[in-house]
C-alpha cells in the first residue's frame, strides 16, 4: 500500500512541474466554465419567464443546470485522458527508468496501481475544478444535492475507466505519441459505438450500447445508479488494469 | 551470493546469453568482461529479475529470481547501463523516491541519503534536477540509488562508461571502497578496470563464458602464452603447415607479404625451446629465415585471444614433448638467423 502511494504521488506531482496538469486543468475549466454558466444564464432566463406566468411548471436547477453541463463532460474526457495517460509507462520505456521500478522490490500491480491511481488524482483535481464552479449554485438556489453527488460519482467512474484503459495503452509503446494516439483512437471508438447502437435495432446495436462508454453515464447523470452501469465501469476498469499487467509481463519477455 | 546456473536467454532467433553458469561469493569482487554484444547487459538483467531466462536459473542472496522475487531484489542495488533517473525530479526527491519503494524504514531515509550522497560527492548537487545534471553526476547519482539500501549485492552494467579520465579513476575507487560490504559483480569491456577494481574475471563472449579464473591466474596465463614474428622465404601455405605441426603452436596467423617473403605470427605455449623448433623447421625444410623476434602477449591480445573464435579452435595444451627434430636446431637456429634474433 506505501508502495502504491509512493508511486502515485510521483506521478501525481510530476503532472504539476510539467504544463500537462495546468494545461488539462485549464481546457476543464474553460469548457466547464462555459457550460455551466450557459446552462446558468438559460435557467435564470426561464424562471424570469416562468414567473410571469402562473401556470408554468416550476423549474429544476438539477434538471437544467448540473445535467447538461456534467453530461458533456464525456467528450471532454476524451481529448483530456488521453493527455493524462499517454506519459505513465511509455516514458518511463523511453528513458530506461522502468527498469528501476521492474528491479526494485515491488509486485507489478503496485507499479500499476500506483500509476493508476496517480493519474487518477490529477482527475480528481478536474472535478473538484466542476464541484467549485456548481458550488455556486448552493449559494442563490437550492439544488438536491444527491443527485449531484451521483452524477459527480458517475463521472468518477467513467474517468477511472477511461484512465484504466489509457493506462493499458501506455505500457505497449516507448512514444508517449503514439500511446495518446492509440488512447484517443481506442476511447473514440468505444464513444463512436454509442451512434451505431441508434442505427442497429437487433441484438448488435444493443451489444454496441453496451459496450459504449458513455451511455453508461447517462442514468448516473439524472441522478440514477443502476446496476448495469456499475458493473459496466467496474469492470472496466478491472479490464484495463489487468491488461496492464499482462502487458507488464510480457515487456519483461520483449524487452 | 549470486548463482547463476545453465541460463539461456533468447531474443527471438538471436541467442544472447548461452547455457551460462558462474557464481560469486560473498565479499567478492568480479568482473564482467566482454566486448559489446557480448550478453553482459542481458545476464545482468536477468540477475536482477528484469528480464526472466528462457531457460536456467539465477538466484541472488539465497533467494531464486524467478520465484522470491520481492526477497532477491530487495538484496540488490542494480546500477543499469544508462541510469534511471527521472528527469524532472530534483537529486533529494529522487533518492527519497527509491528508498521509499526499496523499503527503507520512513525514519532512516534522511540518514541514508546523507551517507549516499557523501559516499558519491554528490552533496553539492543535492537540489539540483537529475535532467540538468552532468554525465558524470548523473552517473553517481546511478550509483548512489544502487547503494541507498545497503544491499548486501551490487552490479553495475559498466559504471564507468562515459566518463572522463579523472572521473574513472574515482568511480573505480568509490567501487574499492566498497568491497568488503558489499558482493560486486560489474561490467566491463576495458581490461585495466578489471585490473584495478576486480579480484576475479570473467571473460564472456557471444553469449559464452570463455574464462573465469582470479586475476593473478589469468595474468600468469597470459604470462604462460606468448608469440614469435618469423619473417620467413618460402611458400607461405606450406610454411605456415609446417609450423603449426609443432604440438606448442596455437595458431599461425599471416602478417604481411613482400615477394617471397612472409611474416608470420606465431601464437606459442610459453615453452623455451619452441623458438629453436621452429627455427630448425623452416631450415630444415631448406626456405630462408631472415628474422625471429618474440611478441610479448598484452593484456589485450589475451583478450583479442579468449573472445575472437577461429584461435579457439586449434588451441594446443602443454608445451611439446619429444620433438624428432629437437637435436640439430641451436645450430640451425644460429646459422641462419641473419638478421638476428633478439629474444
Ligand atoms: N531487446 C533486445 N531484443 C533483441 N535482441 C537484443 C535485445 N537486447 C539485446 N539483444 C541482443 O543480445 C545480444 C547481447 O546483448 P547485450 O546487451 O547483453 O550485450 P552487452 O554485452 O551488454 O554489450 P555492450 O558491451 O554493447 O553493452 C546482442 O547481440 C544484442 O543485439
Ligand atoms: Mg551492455
Known amino acids: ?255 | 551470493m549470486i548463482r547463476v546456473e545453465g541460463v539461456t536467454k533468447r531474443y527471438g532467433p538471436t541467442t544472447a546469453v548461452d547455457n551460462i553458469s558462474f557464481e560469486v561469493e560473498r565479499g567478492e569482487i568480479v568482473g564482467f568482461l566482454g566486448p559489446n554484444g557480448a550478453g553482459k547487459t542481458t545476464t545482468m538483467r536477468i540477475l536482477t529479475g528484469f528480464l526472466p531466462p528462457t531457460r536456467g536459473a539465477a538466484s541472488v542472496a539465497g533467494f531464486d529470481v524467478a520465484t522470491q522475487p520481492i526477497e532477491a531484489k530487495s538484496r540488490i542495488g542494480y546500477l543499469p547501463e544508462s541510469p534511471p533517473l527521472y528527469p524532472e525530479m530534483s537529486v533529494i526527491d529522487y533518492l527519497r523516491f527509491v528508498a521509499s519503494i526499496k523499503h527503507i524504514p520512513r525514519k532512516e531515509i534522511p540518514k541514508r541519503i546523507d551517507a549516499v550522497l557523501e559516499r558519491t560527492s554528490t552533496t553539492d548537487v543535492r537540489d539540483k534536477l537529475l535532467g540538468k545534471l552532468s554525465k558524470g553526476y548523473r552517473q553517481r547519482i546511478g550509483l548512489a540509488q544502487a547503494l541507498i539500501h545497503a544491499p548486501e549485492v551490487l552490479i553495475f552494467d559498466e559504471p564507468t562508461s562515459g566518463l572522463d579520465p579523472k572521473q574513472i579513476i574515482e568511480v573505480r575507487e568509490l567501487i574499492r571502497s566498497l568491497a568488503g560490504e558489499h558482493t560486486i559483480l560489474l561490467s566491463t569491456h576495458i581490461l585495466p578496470e578489471v585490473a584495478s577494481t576486480c579480484g576475479r574475471v570473467i571473460i564472456i563472449n557471444e553469449g559464452r563464458i570463455e574464462a573465469s579464473d582470479s586475476l593473478d591466474n589469468l595474468t600468469a596465463r597470459l604470462e604462460g602464452a606468448t608469440a614469435l614474428l618469423l619473417d620467413v622465404e618460402g611458400p607461405p601455405d606450406e610454411v605456415r603447415r609446417a609450423l603449426e605441426l609443432d604440438l606448442a603452436v596455437r595458431s599461425v596467423a599471416e602478417e604481411s607479404r613482400l615477394g617471397d617473403r612472409t611474416a608470420l605470427r606465431v601464437e606459442v605455449d610459453k615453452d623455451d625451446r619452441v623458438a629453436r623448433r621452429l627455427a630448425a623447421v623452416v631450415v630444415n625444410s631448406g626456405w630462408g629465415l631472415y628474422g625471429m623476434r618474440s611478441l610479448g602477449m598484452s593484456l589485450e591480445d589475451i583478450f583479442l585471444q579468449l573472445t575472437s573464435q577461429e584461435e579457439q579452435a586449434n588451441g594446443g595444451e602443454g608445451p611439446a614433448a619429444g620433438q624428432g627434430s629437437d637435436g640439430g636446431a641451436p645450430a640451425a637456429d644460429t646459422a641462419e638467423g641473419q638478421e638476428g634474433d633478439d629474444r
Not at chain 1, 406566468?53 to 436547477?61: E, R, W
Not at chain 1, 528513458?95 to 496517480?118: M, V
Not at chain 1, 501506455?170 to 495518446?180: E, F, M, P
Open chain 1, 1 to 255: 500500500m506505501r508502495d502504491t502511494l509512493t508511486i502515485a504521488m510521483r506521478e501525481f506531482s510530476v503532472y504539476f512541474t510539467s504544463p500537462i496538469a495546468y494545461i488539462v486543468l485549464a481546457i476543464f475549466a474553460l469548457i466547464f466554465g462555459y457550460f455551466f454558466t450557459a446552462g446558468l444564464a438559460f435557467f435564470m432566463d426561464y424562471s424570469m419567464q416562468a414567473q410571469g406566468s402562473p401556470g408554468a411548471p416550476p423549474m429544476n436547477v438539477n434538471q437544467f443546470v448540473i445535467e447538461p453541463s456534467l453530461g458533456n463532460m464525456s467528450i471532454v474526457l476524451l481529448f483530456l485522458v488521453p493527455m493524462i495517460t499517454m506519459r505513465l509507462f511509455a516514458e518511463e520505456n523511453r528513458s530506461g527508468t522502468i527498469e528501476l521500478l521492474l528491479t526494485s522490490p515491488l509486485h507489478d500491480y503496485q507499479i500499476i496501481l500506483g500509476k493508476w491511481l496517480g493519474a487518477l488524482m490529477l482527475y480528481g483535481c478536474m472535478l473538484l475544478v466542476a464541484v467549485v464552479n456548481l458550488s455556486v449554485l448552493f449559494l442563490y438556489t437550492t439544488p438536491e444535492w444527491k443527485p449531484l453527488l451521483v452524477a459527480l460519482l458517475g463521472l468518477a467512474l467513467m474517468g477511472a475507466t477511461m484512465i484504466a484503459l489509457g493506462t493499458f495503452l501506455s505500457t505497449l509503446t516507448r512514444n508517449q505519441i503514439v500511446a495518446g494516439a492509440l488512447t484517443f483512437g481506442v476511447l473514440l471508438l468505444l464513444w463512436v459505438l454509442n451512434w451505431v447502437s441508434s442505427f442497429e435495432t437487433s441484438t448488435i446495436g444493443r451489444l454496441c450500447e453496451y459496450l459504449a462508454i458513455s451511455p453508461h453515464f447517462e442514468q448516473f447523470s439524472r441522478g440514477v445508479i443502476e446496476l448495469k452501469d456499475l458493473v459496466y465501469y467496474l469492470s472496466g476498469t478491472a479490464l484495463g488494469l489487468f491488461l496492464s499487467k499482462r502487458s507488464l509481463e510480457s515487456l519483461r519477455w520483449k524487452a
